[in-house]
Each structure stands twice: as C-alpha cells, then as structure tokens.
C-alpha cells in the first residue's frame, strides 16, 4: 500500500508563495497520474491540479496561472508550487494519485493570512 507524507506548508501573507512537496513509497509511483487537491473547513476536497506519467498537466481555474505542478519520478515525489497566494488558498493540501485510489496522508496546511 502506498504511503503518502506531504510538507512544505506554512502561514505565509496574501502574495507569498509556498511549495509543497509529496513524497511517495510503496507503490510504483512513474505509472500513476498525480494530482494535489486542498480541503478548507466545511468544504469538500477538490481537486485542484493534476499531473499526468508523461508530464502534461492540468489545473482547476481557481489556481490557473499561479500553481504549478510538477513531478521527479526518480525521488517518487510530486510538488506544487504556489505563487501569488491568497487567503481563499488557505486549505489542508493532499496528493494522491488522480483518482485518489491510494489512501490519504496526514497533508499539510497552508494558510494565507496578514
């Protein structure tokens, strides 16, 4: 089974930026499709970037423009770096593969404030 540690999260003010890493064991990480996705009190988890074993990615319009995902398949992590961050970011981020098929790891929470 798959465990998932992600980090990298923090409290940073509204336009700082922050990257989060995912670090993957237990599966054969190259094969699967990856995505991050953030959870804010009271909201359901969504979805909001994803990146495919060749490298093209995907983003919910929430986060276009500002998030980048990105994949090191040799150190089985994926990242996401956030730029331009504001306080509607402010969520407990997870990765997973995109079909969330692996279970969940601790996250870790970012929070945009001043």
């Known amino acids: 089974q798959a465990q998932l540690v992600e980090s990298g999260g923090g409290l940073v003010q509204p336009g700082g930026s922050l990257r989060l890493s995912c670090a993957v064991s237990?599966?054969?990480?190259?094969?699967?499709?990856m995505g991050w996705y953030r959870q804010a009190p009271g909201d359901q988890r969504e979805l909001v970037a994803t990146?495919?074993?060749?490298?093209?990615?995907n983003y919910a319009d929430s986060v276009k423009g500002r998030f980048t995902i990105s994949r090191d398949n040799a150190k089985n992590t994926v990242y996401l770096q956030m730029n331009s961050l504001k306080p509607e970011d402010t969520a407990v981020y997870y990765c997973?593969?995109?079909?969330?098929?692996?279970?969940w790891g601790q996250g870790c929470q970012v929070t945009v404030s001043s």
């Open positions: 237990g599966a054969i990480f190259s094969i699967y499709a």
């Open positions: 997973n593969t995109q079909m969330g098929l692996w279970t």
């Open positions: 990146i495919t074993r060749g490298g093209s990615t």
